[in-house]
């Protein structure tokens, strides 16, 4: 009945989609364009102390040092491959395992961070995933990681954590079904941890006769990159723009993180020897059939009580970022405001990188305008990525495209009913925080903040802004939107009638628009 009840429940909201959808397109096209207001405000100057790069490491020089010259994604058992697949060749073989090894062609320090770029730039491949919900379908697509920038706050953290006890990832499925075929996975990328940090993605080459390339559009994706996203990208880029991509982390780590993970480390022990001693649950487990429903119910409840013997022996620690009637609410909206910052510095350093290295690889774009394109979570960082690269290449055209943004993350992780960003306000016992406590808190972290969109509107207010938004949005808070747009003065905009998922699944069709407003910005032929 559960299940029925789930699936009527899913029906339900897809209708109710495609009814907005079908209401969207009778509302004036589904975006309205509404031009600067007024175009007489100032800039601001950057606050002073922004830019505070870190000190490298002794941890991250010896990663650099230790990196070595290629890696290999997977190792190939030749036999077991051909027996699958008999129609490769020897020299097929071969081919496959030389696509295995990945080339490290760039691994250097800088701006606080180690810098790595691998694999064969003279080609790239999107893949993607589905999560299929009734009888529509959400698509979501990645691009491909060739690039990262581990910074040495992140690689110290991973040390850390690394010491007490392993990261509980989830089972990789994949693997198992390359394991039929004879491939397996070996997974150098974590042992060298390319892939933590922010990943990056470098442009696509093109074929010699094509035209010269507009620019570069920076690519900023979001939580869960989508197929609209990227339909709009591949536009772009038909339009004769070259892609590069980033992949934001802006979800904060708690303060008390280590004790929290040495908590999950301790209690995830303390489940599995419970699990192993109970022989109910042994027996169900190693059972060859089909599990009943009588089955299931009794797994699950030695499951709960795995649990509930964790609870008796252990105190779950505080996540550093609750609010209590006591708080010092200036003291913990500084705390906040100076880890945002960081985390969104961090994302302008990685940014910098990669336009860097692109700019080495293709020196035709070297250059050329860049266009900072943000998508909902990743429109967060935009404004300070624009802000540091308008700095690094004071010749070169910047501007701004915001697709779902705001202005200050603390209240859009309030708000939010997606995420909450890793701020976890709430304490999990005791009274929640009251409205009072919540605006104070937001005031006192405005007036710390020095990378938040909200105090970086004004400073980029002078680079041309574009920002689409839904009037209806509590994904990234339409309230957001509009502070952004109210501090930054001069932002056109595109505003959409409904929500954050109908924003997003109208938004490849209002490509022909931003190559307008990009021509409008002396920004493209």
């Keep these: 009945m559960p299940t029925i009840a789930v699936w009527l429940l899913m029906m339900i909201k897809d209708i109710m989609m495609f009814v907005l959808a079908l209401s969207a397109l009778a509302v004036g096209g589904c975006f309205r364009y509404h031009p600067v207001e007024s175009d007489s405000l100032q800039a601001h100057p950057l606050p002073s102390g922004v830019w505070v790069v870190p000190e490298e490491t002794e941890a991250l020089q010896t990663l650099q040092r230790d990196t070595p010259e290629s890696f290999i994604i997977a190792k190939i058992d030749r036999e077991v491959l051909q027996r699958k697949l008999p129609k490769l060749t020897s020299s097929d073989l071969d081919l496959v395992e030389a696509a295995m090894v990945r080339p490290i062609n760039t691994s250097r320090l800088e701006h606080g961070g180690l810098i790595r770029f691998w694999g064969n730039t003279d080609y790239s491949i999107r893949y993607s995933r589905t999560l299929r919900f009734g009888f529509l379908s959400t698509t979501l697509e990645q691009f491909e990681t060739d690039g990262s920038y581990l910074s040495a706050a992140e690689l110290d953290w991973l040390i850390a954590r690394d010491e007490i006890g392993p990261e509980n990832s989830i089972p990789d499925f994949s693997g198992l079904y390359l394991s039929l075929y004879g491939i397996s996975q070996t997974h150098e990328e974590r042992e060298w941890k390319l892939k933590d940090g922010i990943r990056l993605g470098l442009p696509d080459p093109v074929a010699q006769d094509s035209p010269d390339r507009a620019g570069t559009v920076l690519h900023v994706a979001s939580f869960y990159e989508n197929k609209y996203e990227h339909r709009l990208l591949d536009r772009l880029e038909g339009y004769g723009w070259a892609i590069a991509h980033l992949d934001p982390e802006i979800t904060l780590r708690e303060p008390n993180a280590l004790e929290l993970h040495a908590y999950s480390t301790k209690s995830r022990a303390i489940r599995q020897e419970w699990l192993a001693e109970d022989p109910e649950y042994q027996r169900l487990k190693q059972t060859s059939e089909a599990y009943t429903d009588e089955d299931l119910r009794v797994l699950s409840e030695r499951q709960l009580a795995a649990h509930e013997a964790v609870a008796g022996q252990l105190v779950r620690p505080k996540t550093g970022f609750e609010v209590f009637p006591d708080t010092d609410l200036e003291a913990h909206g500084q705390m906040i405001a100076r880890m945002v910052d960081e985390r969104i510095a961090e994302h302008a350093y990685a940014a910098q990188s990669l336009i860097e290295e692109s700019?080495?690889?293709?020196?035709?774009?070297?250059?050329?305008?860049?266009?900072?394109?943000?998508?909902?979570?990743?429109?967060?960082?935009?404004?300070?990525?624009?802000?540091?690269?308008?700095?690094?290449?004071?010749?070169?055209?910047?501007?701004?495209?915001?697709?779902?943004?705001?202005?200050?993350?603390?209240?859009?992780?309030?708000?939010?009913?997606?995420?909450?960003?890793?701020?976890?306000?709430?304490?999990?016992?005791?009274?929640?925080?009251?409205?009072?406590?919540?605006?104070?808190?937001?005031?006192?972290?405005?007036?710390?903040?020095?990378?938040?969109?909200?105090?970086?509107?004004?400073?980029?207010?002078?680079?041309?802004?574009?920002?689409?938004?839904?009037?209806?949005?509590?994904?990234?808070?339409?309230?957001?939107?509009?502070?952004?747009?109210?501090?930054?003065?001069?932002?056109?905009?595109?505003?959409?009638?409904?929500?954050?998922?109908?924003?997003?699944?109208?938004?490849?069709?209002?490509?022909?628009?931003?190559?307008?407003?990009?021509?409008?910005?002396?920004?493209?032929?």
Aim: avoid cysteine; glycine fraction near 8%; hydrophobic fraction near 40%.
């Design 359 to 525: 700019d080495r690889i293709f020196p035709d774009l070297a250059d050329k305008p860049i266009v900072v394109m943000g998508f909902s979570a990743g429109s967060l960082v935009t404004p300070a990525i624009a802000q540091r690269l308008r700095e690094l290449f004071p010749d070169r055209q910047i501007a701004i495209v915001m697709v779902g943004g705001g202005g200050d993350l603390l209240s859009a992780s309030i708000g939010s009913v997606f995420t909450d960003g890793g701020i976890h306000l709430e304490p999990r016992d005791g009274p929640e925080p009251t409205q009072e406590q919540l605006d104070e808190l937001v005031t006192h972290y405005r007036a710390a903040s020095k990378l938040d969109p909200l105090t970086l509107g004004p400073v980029v207010r002078d680079i041309p802004t574009l920002h689409l938004y839904a009037t209806r949005d509590s994904v990234v808070p339409t309230s957001t939107a509009r502070a952004f747009n109210a501090a930054h003065g001069r932002v056109d905009r595109l505003v959409h009638p409904l929500n954050h998922d109908t924003l997003f699944l109208f938004l490849p069709g209002e490509a022909g628009k931003i190559k307008s407003w990009l021509r409008q910005q002396g920004l493209m032929d």
